[in-house]
């Protein structure tokens, strides 16, 4: 038992503990190459495991285990219950030792494929990857995947771990060839080192001391190795400074703090600050760190600002140094790892979220997809899960943002599902297509409110949507003739008929509808600008896009008018005959047969075809325009 | 913010009002109270809430406190069910809140060391543990739907040694249980347990003896098993932590009492 006299040295083992860096990595690999086995052993031999973990290793290893009679050190790893069950880790799993030297956190990543996104979760924030191959089976695309996942996350320190040395007799050549094959591959992915050792996870070969049974290997244990490798650091501090605000704070009508993180550079009060979306100027007044004020503050520290000047700031907004060249951009070239089962759509708007910033954004175009094996690029029009490839992506507003290769935290993005709230996309912003300030619009003189005064008319989209056999077309076509009666400039923007003349090239893949929707807002919003009362008569399915023609509109200037008619009816009338050939599949992809149909949830105007006559809805939505 | 009273509660608490003075922490505390916690962490937690002028919510499953379920009557797994994690759910519910801070940690327990840091829950609290949603960089996704609720832990990678040393560098208020005096104690199935109020049922013949005695792990009082210790102050413990054998999840009797105990739990629920 330790008293209280042992507590001496203490502040000197705490300052040490302090003191001593972090190594973050990951191991990663096929799967059933021994990666969650490789790490139960490093927990176990640097003691890192407790006297009653131990002993309900124990009791798992006879009840799960695949060792037979001793530990299977995988246990140690694979916490969830499905995962001891089937032997395969599913998720990654984050653990924590230390030597003398260092603290580590490990994540043990999933070998599977169709786990690849919890892989590319454990990479993020890694220095280092471990990426173990069972020597008998040598390099799977698995193998290549996550090495490739690695070097375009930004990790720069490669172990390569030839596991199972056991079962071939740890024989040299083997290794060696392994070796070889698996240099050759890394070779051009921007690694700085890549170290080569021979192990046995199951007997300890090679993990925490050298091993006698590879007497013609002389290089370093794995252990050894991670407790001396330099892990490159980035260079944040002498970068101009930058805070993305995280928090307006404004306790009382006396004290307005900005709140977050310093992403790069050094700061201090008197410091000139500028938004950088804005362009708007200050400086410091005050900085504020946990409950004191401070002079001064550098990269990686949580921070409060007070500011001189009132100036407009709000969440999400960067405060970055006055004499930063800050980069505002809204069309960007982007590196994209595709992580939802759903494949990436062209020109459908996603939820673009880096920091504390949201904001609506879109890939236009996508320049090629990455070959796993080859890295070979080749061209294609979508990204499907787990693939990765370069791309276009515009957003709705500019915002700040760093390249990936000079900051983590500032040049990443996550690209989120509008409907489904997914995460569906990682990416790295590389470098802007276009500056923000330099493509100002035109100002033009006769403006939309020029042309409104003198056609004596509120210009505005009415957008239908609807089944097809709703009855879009019949209602659209008696409003048109009221309007018209009413002395109203109008046009109609009909789905079939966009679809034989500027439409004409696009078919009906969820990427050609979503193309489809965005050209006819396109045009709708230049007739509105016109002076023009545009009505939209398309079937567009998709909230998404439904949202997109929407946000390309002045509050207001865009009513959705949502013509509702039971499936069943439509189909029964069918006027073009075209559900019959749907449901014959000679028509694929078809709006309520084989396509989904996203009913709007709030539209500004809902007519109800089992309720209103044609006459009737037209009323309803006049009314509504009033 | 879930306080639960304990040292990792205390941490949390301190980072959160660090970060927005000099503002006050914009949400309230919530404890879920099972009526079975040491006298002197409810002393602690009160004194706590007032000396930050924190708000601080209190929530009892009172259905279950009418019918007298308790640790020693119902079995630990189903007072646990009852008395924390269906009593988590009524006051998330009742509130309506969506987004709940724990001081849970990834070193504590193995399917904890697979939760992410934002961690998403379905309606009705569920934990999906084969369909959390990635989580790259630290860019946070805290989109969901209504019903729907993000579990969020801020302190996932600090390990026991992180606490004590935070705790020690900003001298942060501990409950006094967690440094060693004479308690009374009573051994069962090799763990003490200390006696804190009338309600323990002795055996015919027991009696309580005094033992100088810490916890490691705070919990309900039934539940929570002691260790002999001699350690007496903050610095002593620190030390005996840096040179433990076991973990400090031992002492905790709920997280075995049936196998993959843990992630069920946190499955339906409980935090």
Redesign the interface.
Known sequence: ????S??RD?PT??NR??EKGVLRFITCGSVDDGKSTLIGRLLYESTNL????LD?LAGESR?YGTQGEALDFAL???????E?EQGIT???????FATEKRRF?VADTPGHEQYT??M??GA??ADLAVVLVDVRKGIAVQTRRHTRIASM?GIRHLVLAVNKMDLIGYDEARFRSVEAEFSAFAEGLGFLSLQSIPVSGVFGDNITYGSDATPWYSGPALLEYLDTVEPAVETLKGAPFCMPVQ?V???NPD?R?Y?GRLAAGQLRTGSRVKVATSGMTTSIRRV?S??DDVDSAEAGD?I?LVLEDDIDVSRGDALVSDDSDAAVSDQFQVRLLW?SRAPMIPARPY?L???PREVAASVMSLKYVEDVNSGEHIAANTLSMNEFGLATLTTAMPIFFKKYADN??LG???L?DKSS???VA?GLFNFSLRRADNIQMQPLEINKNARMILMRQRPRCLWFTGLSGAGKSTIANLLEKRLYAQGNFTYILDGDNIRHGLNRDLGFTEADRAENIRRAAEVAKLMVDAGLIVIVSFISPFRAERDLAREKFSPGDFIEVFIDARLEDCERRDVKGLYAKARSGKLKNFTGIDSPYEAPQSPDVHIDTGLLSPDDAVTAILTALD | MLYSIGKDSGCMLHLARKAFWPAPPPFPLLHIDTRWKFKAMYAHRDKIARENGMNLLIHVNEEARREGVGPFTHGSSYYTDQMKTQALKQALDADGFDVVFGGARRDEEKSRAKERIFSFRSQGHHWDPKTQRPELWNQYNTRIHAGESIRVFPLSNWTELDIWQYIYDEQIPIVPLYLAAERPVVERNGQLIMVDDERFPFAPGERPTMRKIRFRTLGCWPLTAALESEADTLEAVITETLLAKTSERQGRLIDTDQPGSMEKKKQEGYF
């Open positions: 038992m330790t008293t209280a042992g507590s203490l083992i705490l503990n302090a407790f006297d009653d973990q309900a009840r140690v790893v694979d916490g969830l219950e499905a001891r599913i998720d990654v799993a984050y653990r924590f956190i996104r919890n590319a979760t993020s924030n996350l928090y704070s404004r306790p004290f703090g709140c504020i946990g409950f949580s409060t992580l939820i979220k880096t920091g983590r935290a990443s993005f996550i989120i709230n997914e995460t990682a």
